[in-house]
């Protein structure tokens, strides 16, 4: 089998399947990763994310963990796995279901940054879901976190899930607690739990502060470092409680953080709603403008008429 990294995959190319015979229509590029493309891809009327990856056996792993979820989460994850031939060499890809979505910081500079606790507490909630099923999400960045519709959130990249207990296989180090000296890289609550504090603080606007301590001398690095950002970052200040115990470790359980999470939302009452976006806003009040507007066109039509 020849690994797929100098394949080019263009848009309207048909992929089909050398076992199941499946054919998929390839359309734009979804994104890419140190372990594969991604494409959106149709099915008949059916649209799909198909993922080529740079390594057989990476792919295979991530087939197996898609086929575990499969058996215990709620929703479809995998959709078919296979084999295509191009050009006499074989690759090996899958088919998952398709995310509609933003990555957070695009959705928040579209919408607004009220929505940072909301799609705080849908994180929360979507690794909670995993926690309880026996995994950790690992590799959890604000890459393969996509926001769409009120604030709802899915992950992605299910490559580097790891069932509790194991050591996390595929991490990003700006989130990693191992990164900054905060505990070890084995797979528990506590680990995806650091891993959305750093999110949270990122989504919060201190990505450039976080890069610059992560450039630091790594013995250098401390836990302390991240909780001091917390008290830096304004949309943080309000649950640095859940954050600063991810941080330090001290949270076990992820439904535990998403119920203070949640009880520090309803504290703060009516100003942690989310306004509605800019755009339905402009085009309400265009609308409202245009009726005014219209009226008056009419008024003046009948009085000199
Ligand atoms: N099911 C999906 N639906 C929509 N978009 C997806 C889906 N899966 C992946 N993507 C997009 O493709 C990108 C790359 O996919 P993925 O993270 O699986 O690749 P990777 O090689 O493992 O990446 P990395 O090196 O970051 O771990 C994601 O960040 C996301 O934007």
Redesign the pocket.
């Known amino acids: 089998m020849t690994t797929s990294s100098k394949v080019v995959l263009t848009e309207g190319f048909t992929v089909c399947g050398k076992w199941n015979k499946r054919s998929y229509r390839i359309g734009r590029l ?9 494409f ?1 891809v149709h099915s008949g009327k059916r649209a799909y ?1 198909l ?1 080529f ?2 390594d057989a056996l990476d792919i295979q792993m ?1 087939v197996n963990v898609l086929r575990e979820l499969d058996k215990k989460m709620q929703r479809p994850f995998l959709h078919d796995a296979d084999d295509v031939e191009l050009n006499g060499n074989v690759y090996p890809f899958y088919v ?6 933003d ?1 957070p910081r695009h959705y928040i500079g579209r919408n607004g940054s009220d929505w940072f606790y909301l799609i705080g507490l849908n994180l929360l909630h979507k690794l909670g879901d995993l926690h309880r099923q026996g995994y950790v999400f690992g ?1 959890l ?1 604000s ?2 976190v ?1 926001v769409s519709g009120y604030g709802e959130v899915e992950l ?5 899930v790891t069932g509790k207990g194991r050591s996390v296989k ?1 991490f ?1 180090e700006l989130y990693d607690r191992g990164f900054w000296n905060a505990g070890e890289r084995v797979a528990d609550d506590g680990y995806d739990l650091f891993g959305f504090a750093v999110f949270c603080l990122q989504m919060g606007g201190m990505e450039k502060k976080l890069k610059e301590l992560a450039g630091g001398l790594p013995q250098n690095r401390s836990p302390g470092d991240l909780a001091k950002l917390v008290d830096e970052c304004p949309k943080c200040r309000p649950v640095s409680d859940v954050l600063k115990g991810a941080i330090a470790g001290r949270w076990t359980s992820s439904s535990d953080a998403a119920a203070s999470w949640k009880l520090l939302m309803e504290k703060h009452g009516a100003a942690w709603r989310p306004r509605p976006e800019k755009a339905g806003l402009w085009i309400r009040t265009a609308f409202i403008a245009s009726i005014g507007l219209f009226l008056s066109a009419l008024y003046a039509f009948l009085l000199n008429g």
């Open positions: 979804l994104g890419e990763g140190a372990n594969g493309k991604v959106l994310a993922k990856g740079f991530e998952m279901t398709y995310i509609r979505g990555i590799d960045k890459e393969n996509l992605v990249d299910y490559g580097g595929q990003t």
